[in-house]
């Protein structure tokens, strides 16, 4: 049980934020996503802002004032890895232990539930566009895609047996998942350059300058997970690419149509994320420095969005008739 509090901070805090993806995956399946989608957003990261504000405060104000008189970095609980079980402890509340380590077996086996059924529904969708074998997209006659699920679940046991922890799986998780919010801002400004969505002239720029601070923000999240992780995701991208060929030789006239040269950006990417990682602090080389890694990232990351508006023959200073254009 006590492995499960060994992640870092900042990779479980993060992880709490990321609840919001199942409202959209799962939007297909909604009456009303028009409404109901922004509306499980915005109450989802309003909830959880305040639950986690509520419980910092109630720990900090709990704490005896002995126990952190040699600063927040030296306060331990002897025998416990666990900060809320430490202090359950040390107040004598061993009663709350109890039902600490009961919550969690169930938190992380409700989280399996919605992430097994947002997962198959993706995996659906790639069945469905032709990347991988079309019989995983097959749904039963109650509506479930019993095939995914399987698959899904194959998947993951091979890559639970590879991690010795929950931190390193914790980390791998968040960062596999910040790796594909890059997609994000980088479609945000092609569409707005390509003005599939219309904005202002004027309010171009905030937005390209928008999404390149969150494609930064992206990448030095990814960066921070450390080399241990980055060269797995690296074994993770090499195996996409690998399926995505096969299927391309299995499914010629479908699969003809990608695009690989505008497509290229994500090998310059990553391939540039794993020479920084492996020089980095975060268990590469300390060639780069800490804080002067930061300021590499965010030039590399503002280079890895214009040579993607590039390859997409856009240019940011691209003229728009003033008829074409609306308000938002």
Known sequence: MASRFQCSTFSWHYLFFLGFNPAIELSKEVKDPMKAVPKALLLSLLFTTLLYTILQAAFIYALPNNSYANGWSHLTFSGVTAPIQG????????FFVKVLYLES???????????????SRMTCAMSENGYIPKKLSHFNQKGTPVKSIVFN?????IYLFTFSSWKSLVGLLVACLTLGYIVGPLALGLLTAQNKILFKVHHKKYIHALCT????????????????????IGLLIISGYLILGIMCLLNRKKMGNLNIIKGSWILVYFLGLCIFSYLGTFGGMAIIPFGIDVVYISFFSIG???????????????????AQLQTI
């Open 153 to 157: 679940t194959i998947i993951a046991i």
């Open 105 to 119: 077996v169930i938190t992380p086996f409700g989280t399996g539930l919605v992430i097994g059924a947002t997962t």
């Open 304 to 322: 890895i969005y214009l040579l993607s508006l590039k390859l997409s023959k856009i240019k940011l200073s691209e003229k728009v008739s003033k």
């Open 87 to 94: 202090l359950l402890t040390l107040l004598g509340v061993t």
């Open 213 to 232: 601070i969150a494609l930064t923000i992206c990448t030095l999240i990814v960066y921070w997970a450390g080399w241990n992780v980055v060269q797995k």
